[in-house]
């Protein structure tokens, strides 16, 4: 691509207009290259496009039509319609992964951006102090490591002879010990405080640095009108950091529907179905049941709830003001 | 600002009480890596005689350089080629303008919330027809794909802020596109590129779905992948387990705890864009 492009090949020296007349011109010339022809563009897209056409937009669009096939991924498939769409509304194995990726957000996106707006905002008074500049560090090693860490680690910590039991005991309440993970009612809340754990640094840290740009005189003056701190905070800090929010909860929301990594660490969906979630409904399906077809419809409804989710949050969050 | 003392000490509280808690969990997997191989220790118990040798015997029986090595070459080959695409694709969005361009953005943009479980069943067989199944070539091209919409969508902000003018002075003394995408643009672009650069390692180098799904031998996945493998082989030796996970997750700690500042910034900027 370092052959002169065609433009400046055609373009003669003699007749290129002077600076004076470059400037004159600006306000007609919209392009940036000025004299760049404006397919030149689409040779620099090219590349891009191509890997994600053949990686990204092919594999969607088999994704929509094995959804339409009964298939086991190795003979003939057999037309479907839209019989394995019914099955994914119907049979309730299917549609209690949707179900239960619908509760995570409970853990994965409220609670992270509850107590991380609750402990941006007291953070920021002690914002300069050595103890939060260390802890935005620690904060954010959950981020860092990766998920399927997370949940071997706490896998350990839930289980009947880790440490959250243990502490339990020792403030006399033994008596609600139990395998955390194993256990039919307490397992997908389980499952949900690994997220929370997660997320919770982000969400905090992302916060933190939203308020940072809310002007300080806003809170002096609440506070001259006699504000309290709840005042405060319902009054001008959440209404500020809208943006912020959106923006934690876009991010967790999609985290908690997209679930995988952690829910195959810790109980690969079990006991029974209570922690199955899309992702690795899809996964089971696909790779060990071989029902291709249906796999592929839950796919599709996944990826059409994501959106759907996603966009309006964006959407309702985004500053219309800038 | 009129802070009562009251409050700062509750929000020192609250910190370290959110500290604690997420720190636990790697406190945890610590003390039990040091309790004697094969043994099933309660809760946070300091082992009477520490045994340091665990992590001698994860690291050889999770077969850490080859792990390491193998998880390298996925990031050498995916980062890079994507940073590239990305910010060719970018420039051209962003900067150059040309015609179509909100159609091919729109078409990236509606990417950026995909689950990769979407469409991984396609993509499994798409790869196997490739003959690309169990080599590392099947995590690395398709992970280049999946990056694009980020990668687009981020150096397209930065290119958008880029002023006119710059271009057309280079233009004026005789650049053609690609002298000044490649001896001006990519330049600037640096801050914006290494955060981007930050982001695409991590995620390259914690990609476990892909993993599992594409690459049957551990020693040719992501660490993540690797790590789900030892579980699987390990599960049953917690202190063992434990002294693994920590080995496994270790290098983006540290990488981490290096370029601390890059990678909030760079996470941040991350959430807030995407």
Known sequence: MTRPTPDSVVDPPATSPGPAAVTRKRGHARAAGLRTPRWVGWLFVAP??????VFVLRPIALTVQYSMYRWDGIGPSTWAGLGNYARVFTDPDLYDS?????????????????????SASTIRRIAASRLA???RTVLFLPQVIPLVAAGIAWSWLLSSAGLVNQLLTSVGLGGVARAWLGDFSTALPAVGVIGAWVLLGLCTILLLSGMSKIDPALYEAARMDGAGPLREFLSITVPSLRQEIGVCVTVTVIAALASFDIVYVSTQGGPGNATMVPGLEIYYLAFSERQVGIASALAVVLMVLVLVVALPIQWLTKDRSS | MIVGRRETWTGRLLLVLLMAVTLMPFLSLFVTA?????????????????????FVKAFQAARMIELVKSSTLIVLGVVPVALLLGTMAGFAIGHLRMAGRNVVFLAFVLGLTLPFEGIITPLYYQ?????LLNTR???????IGLFMPFAVFWMRAHFVNMPDELSESARMDGANVWQLFWRIHVPLAMPALSSLAILLFLWTWNQFLLAIVLVDDPLKRTMSGALGAFQGQWGTDMPLLCAGSLLI??????????????????LLQGSLKG
């Open chain 1, 48 to 53: 891009a496009l191509g890997v994600y056409a």
């Open chain 1, 98 to 118: 949707i179900l239960n990726a619908v509760k995570l957000i409970v853990f994965f996106s409220v609670i992270p951006v509850v107590l991380g707006l609750m």
């Open chain 1, 133 to 135: 500049l260390v802890g």
């Open chain 2, 34 to 54: 040091l309790h004697p191989s094969g043994s099933y220790p309660s809760g946070l118990e300091w082992p009477r005689d520490p045994q340091w040798g665990n």
């Open chain 2, 127 to 131: 790869v196997r027809d490739m003959g």
């Open chain 2, 137 to 143: 070539w099947a995590i690395i091209l398709p992970l």
């Open chain 2, 249 to 266: 997750l270790a290098p983006t700690l540290v990488i981490f705890l290096i370029f601390q500042r890059r990678f909030v910034t760079a």
